[in-house]
C-alpha cells in the first residue's frame, strides 16, 4: 500500500517579505535627529561637567560671607611664608583652608605639627592623600567648616579668606588664639591689625597680642587677675587641644 502522503507535494517555500527601503525623507530625518541630539549633548555636558568642578573645587558655604575661593599659592611663596613666620621645630600649625595641603607639608618637613581644615572635596582628598604620603605622621587633614574648630593650641595660623570674612576671623582668633601666635594671611589682611614688613605685598603677618594686657603705668589687682585668669584658660584649652592631636610634647606657649 503506497503512503498517502508520498503523492503530496512540499508546499512551496514561504514568499519572503522585502522591506521597502527607507526613502530620502526618513534618511534626512534620522541624521537631523543625530545632529540635535549631539548639538544639545555636547553644551549640556559642558555644563555638568562644570557644576561637577564648582563643586569639588568649591570651599562650600562657611559660616560667614558666602563660600570661600580656592586657589593655589605657589610653592616659592609657601616656602616665603613659613620664612616669614617664622615655623620653626615644635611648633603647632592651623592652615583654615589648606587646599591641597602645600603649607601644612611645608611645615612639617620642618618639623611641626600641621592640621589643616577644608570643605572642598577635590583638595581634602589631594591634601590627605599627600599627608599619608610626605606629611612623616605629623599632618592631619579634616574635612570641616574651621569656623568651628578650637583654634587653641595653635602657635602659627595661615589663612586665605575674603575680607568680609577676615572681620569675623579677627574676633575668633583674639577669642581663641594665646598671645603670640603668628598670623599669617594671603592677599587680605586683617582689618585693624598692624602688620609687620615680610617683603611682599600679598603676605601680612600679625601677632596676636591680649586684649587683657594690663598698661604698665595704670597697673592694678584687677587687671593683673584679669591677666592670670585669661592665661590660665588658654593653658587650659591648649592642654585639651594637644591631647586630642596626641601630642605629648610640651610646648611653650
Known amino acids: 500500500m ?3 502522503n508520498a503523492c ?3 508546499p512551496p517555500p514561504a514568499a519572503r517579505r522585502r522591506h521597502p527601503c527607507p526613502s530620502m525623507a526618513a534618511t534626512e530625518l534620522h541624521v537631523l535627529g543625530y545632529a540635535l541630539g549631539i548639538g544639545l549633548g555636547v553644551p549640556i555636558g559642558m555644563v555638568l561637567l562644570y557644576l561637577v568642578l564648582v563643586h ?3 570651599s562650600g558655604n562657611d559660616s560667614f560671607g558666602g563660600s570661600i575661593p580656592y586657589a593655589w599659592t605657589p610653592s616659592d611663596r609657601v616656602n616665603r611664608m613659613l620664612d616669614i613666620a617664622p615655623v620653626l621645630k615644635g611648633d603647632i600649625v592651623y592652615d583654615l583652608g589648606c587646599g591641597d595641603g602645600r603649607f601644612i607639608l611645608g611645615a612639617a618637613s620642618r618639623g611641626a605639627q600641621a592640621v589643616g581644615y577644608d570643605l572642598a572635596w577635590f583638595p581634602y582628598a589631594q591634601a590627605r592623600f599627600c599627608a599619608l604620603l610626605f606629611g612623616q605622621g605629623r599632618v592631619r587633614v579634616e574635612r570641616r567648616d574651621f569656623w568651628h574648630a578650637d583654634l587653641s593650641s595653635a602657635t602659627v595660623v595661615c589663612v586665605f579668606l575674603l575680607p568680609q570674612q577676615m572681620v569675623h576671623l579677627q574676633r575668633k582668633l583674639l577669642r581663641e588664639v594665646s598671645p603670640g601666635c603668628r598670623i599669617l594671611a594671603y592677599r587680605y589682611g586683617l582689618p585693624g591689625w ?3 614688613d615680610t617683603g611682599y605685598n600679598d ?4 601677632k596676636h597680642r ?3 594686657q594690663p598698661n604698665p603705668h595704670t597697673r592694678s ?3 593683673s587677675r584679669s591677666l592670670v585668669a585669661h592665661r590660665r584658660r588658654h593653658r587650659q584649652r591648649h592642654a585639651r587641644a594637644k591631647r586630642r592631636l596626641g601630642i605629648t610634647r610640651q610646648f611653650p606657649l
Open 221 to 223: 589687682k584687677a587687671n
Open 56 to 58: 569639588s573645587f568649591s
Open 203 to 206: 603676605v601680612f603677618k600679625c
Open 210 to 212: 591680649s586684649m587683657l
Open 194 to 196: 598692624q602688620s609687620q
Open 2 to 4: 503506497r503512503n498517502a
Open 8 to 10: 503530496v507535494p512540499p
